[in-house]
């Protein structure tokens, strides 16, 4: 009987299952959305029973779609929004609600500790100290939650990212991967291990914290009350290393590029740990003995910004009207948009800095606008790659995310990077790199090179723009980006 790899892709708002054959199509897919609390401004929680739910129920229904058995399924990989935190009993009951990724109840603590640890924690974790990640979130879990910390220092209370908390749920097993684990702020990315010194500052009973394995590895096989079948799982990864992995980005160099509501660019840098002051050093994958690390940037605005242009001032009706819109004009005409609307992540890291149009005359229209935010988006995503440029050579960008369906958008990436840009053939390469590194553990998938040889691209995108051209916008870019930086400081906002 034909057999298949199943991904469970667990993110901020909903959860997906996707079922891929040997060729790594897709078969089939469920999704379920769950609910977002919201107890006080700036908090963000999930309620684990809801993440679960709708994890559960999307595997049933990827199964009913492919119309297969359980049992045709030959393991399976989980991928996840990264740093949410959750802490369970031994029971699997949660203990709390889980705190996500963007809630913002701990950045005073942060801060404080940041203060004091920073430079110790940067080099140890790669990260820079922020509320985003899971260490400060467990520390406020334990000192507010009424109990908690007597409980855990009794070795009752498991803590988890959700794919933690996914695998205790099918399996019985309390791990993490190296990526994942790379995220919590409490794990020494050189060492290797639980950080005695990170766990000490953040007051951390280490009887907390999960096992932590390679990404693709069985780490258990699913109760058989869940699906009627015992299923190795035996992939995992964060969701942007999963992308990175899932684009075949396996050699230093390699560098992919997810274009959502903000962008995430992660850069392969090999056996090596790199360090930049603006960018985050973090564990890719651990797979056959080795670990490969990543630099990652994140851009908080890019795709956000074309629905601006829809819902905001509402200058278009759909997201790829902006293509036909662009492709109006030979050039810019010197109208730039630099979408800073919360401020600017990386390489600026700038939360002041502002939205600007600039360059506006009489004859700018629409289409100006139109074309000013997708190159942006392009811009923005070379500011990270330049920055990934000065610690490691850089090959081509694998390119994925709800944008990169704009050619324009593309060709414009390929020429102001003057590299080859390439879109996959399955754009579920989030799911996708779960389920090579789940099958990778079953040989299912013999080797990296057949993975390789699996992944195909749809359309390469090669750089046709001169240099003066390209050197010349770029340049205006930088100018437009200095004059926003700052802004709500000048005007108190
Ligand atoms: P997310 O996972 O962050 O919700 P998606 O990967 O679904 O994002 O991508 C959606 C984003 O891509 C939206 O912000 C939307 O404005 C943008 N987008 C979708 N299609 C296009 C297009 N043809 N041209 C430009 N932007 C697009």
């Not at 109990?147 to 399996?171: M, N, P, Q, S």
């Not at 988006?377 to 995310?401: N, Q």
Request: proline share 3%.
């Amino acid at each position: 009987m034909e057999r298949f790899i199943l991904s469970l892709d667990e993110g901020t708002t909903s959860a997906r299952a996707i079922i891929f054959d040997r060729e790594s199509n897709v078969l089939s897919v469920g999704q379920y959305e769950f609910p977002q609390h919201y107890p006080k401004p700036g908090w963000v929680e999930h309620n684990p029973e809801e993440i679960w739910d709708a994890q559960f129920r999307a595997i049933k229904t990827a199964l009913e779609r492919a119309k297969i058995e359980p049992s045709q399924i030959a393991a399976i990989g989980v991928t996840n929004q990264r740093e949410t935190t959750i802490v369970w009993d031994r029971s699997g009951k949660p203990l709390h609600n889980a705190i996500v990724w963007q809630c913002r109840r701990t950045a005073e603590m942060v801060e404080k500790i940041k203060r004091e640890y920073g430079d110790v924690i940067k080099e140890k974790t790669g990260l820079v100290p922020d509320a985003y990640f899971s260490a400060s979130k467990l520390k406020w879990l334990l000192d507010n939650v009424p109990g908690l910390r007597e409980k855990a220092e009794k070795g009752d209370v498991l803590f988890g990212t959700v794919d933690t908390f996914l695998i205790y749920r099918l399996t019985g097993e309390h791990v993490t991967d190296y990526s994942n684990a790379s995220r919590t702020m409490l794990f020494n990315i050189r060492r290797l291990e639980w950080d005695d010194e990170l766990l000490e500052i953040f007051n951390i009973p280490e009887e907390v914290l999960p096992e932590v394995r390679e990404s693709s590895e069985v780490y258990g096989y699913t109760k058989r009350e869940l699906l009627g079948a015992e299923i190795p799982v035996s992939g995992n990864a964060g969701d942007q290393q999963a992308v990175l992995f899932g684009q075949a980005g396996f050699e230093a160099g390699m560098v992919k590029a997810t274009y959502g509501t903000g962008s995430f660019i992660l850069a392969n840098t090999g056996k090596t740990v790199r360090y930049s002051n603006n960018l985050l050093t973090t564990i890719a994958w651990g797979l056959n003995g080795k670990i490969t690390y990543a630099l990652e940037g994140s851009v908080f605005i890019t795709g956000a910004a074309v629905q601006w242009l829809r819902d905001g001032i509402r200058i278009i009706k759909s997201a790829p009207e902006t293509e036909e819109l662009a492709r109006k004009l030979e050039s810019n005409e010197g109208v730039y948009f630099v979408p800073a609307f919360v401020g600017l992540g990386a390489p600026y890291w700038d939360q002041f800095a502002r939205g600007l149009i600039i360059g506006i005359t009489r004859g700018t229209g629409r289409e100006h606008l139109a074309r000013a935010t997708l190159e942006a988006i392009a811009y923005l995503t070379r500011d990270v790659v330049e920055e990934m440029e000065r610690l490691v050579g850089i090959k081509e960008l694998r390119v994925d995310g709800g944008a990169t369906a704009n050619d324009f958008l593309m060709e414009f990436q390929a020429d102001i990077l003057n590299r080859r840009v390439v879109r996959p053939v399955v754009k579920e390469t989030t799911a996708l790199g779960a389920a090579y590194l789940a099958g990778l553990a079953v040989d299912y998938w013999e080797s990296l090179e057949e993975i390789r040889s699996l992944w195909k691209a749809e359309r390469v995108f090669e750089p046709t723009m001169d240099e003066e051209t390209r050197g010349r916008l770029y340049r205006g870019w930088k100018e437009a980006v200095k004059r926003a930086m700052g802004w709500a400081k000048v005007v108190g906002a």
